[in-house]
């Protein structure tokens, strides 16, 4: 059966689709000793693909991991960083860092922290990072001033950000502070650092972002420690479930629609 190059790989567990995208596009990947095209479709029992060269097979392809990451500020999430910093990849261990094709589901952004699932499952992540995906994600921000009940009520009901509204959120005041306050927020989209920019549009720039979960995937729970700053953890069989039970409900029929972007 043919299906997209891309999502081909994704299946073998090699990388996420859009991170083959970006191997088609630098002509890193051979279909049968021709370098491959963007939207090009393979048969994977009959065709040859080769990535650098080598070869690959469904018989090559690794157990897949589902990992939950605490990233500490300062840590780019991503698998390399042409600027030498810091990627939420160094923070794992030798044998989980090459070849089995683990990498970040979405984005946290440099100086944001708290929780982000890393996986080698390219069709997960697909879906979670699907523009339509709404899996909430819960996050405390401390932003600078007091933000007024109109102020939190408008930012629940959605800004304008970029030509079109954000979806509504949930935002409720956890702690004021002499000169800042501490919110509770829960949304179910990620736009480019929207919390971010949201914040600043309505003046009260971020100081501080953290995710404590996404949907039920808890970075604590209730008789649990906590995962401290750069550790990780195993998704137990009921958060992979979730996970796997939200994508399933997608109408999803192409990579065209997913957008790379920093979600905090």
Known sequence: ????????????????????????????????????????????KKDAIAIDGKLISAAERPSLIYLLLHKPPGVVSTCADPQGRKTVLDLLPKELRAGLGIHPVGRLDAESTGALILT??????????????????????????????????????????????????????????????????????????????????LGHPVIKLHRTAIGSIQLKKPKEPCLREGQYRSLRDEEIRFLQKCIKQLPIKDSAEVRSVTEA
């Open 1 to 44: 059966m043919e299906v997209r190059l891309q999502k081909a790989i994704a299946q073998l567990g090699i990388a996420s689709r859009r991170e083959a995208e970006e191997m088609i596009r630098q002509s890193r990947i051979q279909v049968n000793g021709v370098s491959a095209n963007l939207g090009q479709k393979v048969d994977p």
């Open 120 to 201: 080698n499952d390219g069709e997960l992540t697909f879906g979670l990072t699907h523009p339509r995906h709404s899996i909430p994600k819960t996050y405390r921000v401390v932003v600078k001033g007091h933000p007024s009940q109109a102020v939190i009520k408008k930012w629940c009901q959605g800004v304008m950000l970029d030509g079109r509204k954000t979806l509504p959120a949930q935002v409720n005041l956890i702690e004021s502070f002499t000169e800042n306050s501490c919110l509770e927020i829960v949304l179910k989209e990620g736009r480019n650092r929207q919390i971010r920019r949201v914040a600043e549009i």
